[in-house]
């Protein structure tokens, strides 16, 4: 587990795409997106962006800091 | 090909690589002989598996390609790396002590030693890729 709250599988599954849209859309492979959800996986700083681009929010819409 | 095969194919292909060099080493340590079966078989392996991983990826195209090497599998690449860099010292350790102790001769050792260090990084890397896919 990762010190990172994600948000991502909401705002995926509120866009309408499935882990494998998203994925080709930014670029990775859907296991990358899964685990990210899974908060196995810690993302990039530009992976966050495109991730956040793609979904029209702010990438901390989907990263929050686990505090 | 989509990016699930083209992974699925790499892991298939690294791992068989990955069990012939521990098979090479175990037949080696069982009977205590550098060569207990045909030392290229290994390697024929791994020259396969790059041949076979390269034309999927030509097959694949270059979006699949890139997926199926993004961030995640540099990653787990590296945590592979790195852990095999502490396996095989301890191999190292390992050997030359049963060689030191003449359990095993020499050549037998580092037959042994060469092939499972090679093994270490690839099952390593199928086993944290396998799983990153569960």
């Known amino acids: 587990m990762s010190g990172l709250l994600t948000s991502l599988k909401d705002k995926r599954t509120a866009a309408g795409l499935t882990q494998a849209q998203l994925a080709e859309q930014v670029g990775v492979s859907r296991k990358t997106i899964n685990t990210i959800e899974n908060r196995v996986f810690v993302p990039s700083t530009v992976l966050a962006l495109k991730l956040a681009d793609v979904l029209g929010v702010s990438v901390h819409d989907i990263f929050q800091l686990e505090l | ?134």
């Open chain 2, 1 to 134: 090909m989509t990016v699930e095969q083209l992974e699925g194919l790499r892991r298939g292909l690294l791992g068989l690589t990955g069990l012939s060099c521990v098979s090479y080493a175990l037949l080696a340590v069982l009977q205590n002989r550098p060569d207990p079966f045909y030392w290229w078989v290994p390697m024929s392996f791994g020259i396969l598996a790059a041949v076979l991983i390269t034309a999927g990826i030509f097959a694949a195209g270059r979006n699949v390609a890139l997926q199926a090497t993004d961030e995640l599998y540099r990653a787990t690449n590296m945590r592979a790396a790195s852990q095999a860099y502490w396996v095989s010292l301890a191999l190292f350790v390992l050997f030359s002590v049963l060689a030191g102790r003449e359990v095993l001769a020499w050549p037998t050792s580092v037959a042994a030693l060469g092939t499972l260090m090679g093994a270490a990084y690839l099952l390593l890397f199928v086993y944290h890729d396998w799983r990153a896919s569960q």
